[in-house]
């Protein structure tokens, strides 16, 4: 082989080196760029959440906020709603002895107040019934119609109804239009409560229907 031959053939091969080494620097060096790139981003993202996360904690405290205001918004507006309701009741309640009926309810009331003494007392001949002095006839007619003769006083002051006693008044029942209402009032506000929650027609509990209790 000629000199030249020879020179020619160290030449290419040194370009071969060359070009290898230049190939896996540009490899490399394109590896690195690329993890480079993959930690920026990483960072960033890590710099995003950082810089957001309170955001989104301050939006969440914004929207509890907001629900309990709305919570308490509505239930004190069931609460105005409740009140003015049993606020009509107690009207109605008080001038319940104009109506045409008040004589059939007071002589229930009276059934009733009587049947309670019934129940502790063998007979109640001998009780006594104490009503508004505007109901002293009224329950004298009742009385003479239930085939009793009870003495009546006229000491109460009452939207209506009636106390009665046994002889030595040990016993007593209390069957006034307030005392019911004050009985029924628990029942009364919850069926109400549930009636504005649920607006599906729930009968709130009437005051007639709870029953008068001895004391």
């Known amino acids: 082989m000629s000199l030249e031959a020879i020179l020619a053939a160290i030449h290419a091969a040194g370009e071969r080196q060359v070009e290898e080494i230049e190939r896996r620097a540009a490899e490399e060096a394109e590896a690195i760029l690329a993890a480079a790139r993959k930690e920026a981003e990483a960072v960033r993202q890590d710099a995003c959440a950082r810089?957001?996360?309170?955001?989104?904690?301050?939006?969440?405290?914004?929207?509890?906020?907001?629900?309990?205001?709305?919570?308490?918004?509505?239930?004190?507006?069931?609460?105005?709603?409740?009140?003015?309701?049993?606020?009509?009741?107690?009207?109605?309640?008080?001038?319940?002895?104009?109506?045409?009926?008040?004589?059939?309810?007071?002589?229930?009331?009276?059934?009733?107040?009587?049947?309670?003494?019934?129940?502790s007392l063998e007979d109640v001949s001998r009780a006594q019934i104490e009503v508004d002095a505007r109901d002293v006839e009224l329950m004298a007619g009742i009385l003479s119609d239930l085939g009793l003769d009870l003495e009546v006083r006229g000491g109460l002051r009452c939207w209506g109804g009636l106390v009665a006693y046994s002889e030595d008044a040990c016993i007593v029942v209390i069957n006034t239009l307030e005392s019911r209402l004050e009985r029924a009032m628990p029942f009364l506000r919850r069926d109400l409560a549930a009636l504005f929650e649920k607006g599906d027609g729930v009968r709130p509990a009437s005051i007639m229907e709870t029953p008068a209790y001895a004391r």
């Open 51 to 119: 810089a957001v996360a309170p955001a989104y904690r301050e939006h969440a405290r914004i929207i509890h906020r907001a629900r309990l205001l709305n919570l308490r918004t509505v239930g004190a507006a069931s609460e105005v709603a409740i009140d003015t309701a049993l606020e009509h009741v107690q009207r109605c309640l008080a001038a319940l002895r104009s109506e045409g009926d008040y004589a059939a309810i007071l002589r229930r009331l009276t059934e009733e107040a009587l049947d309670g003494l019934r129940g």
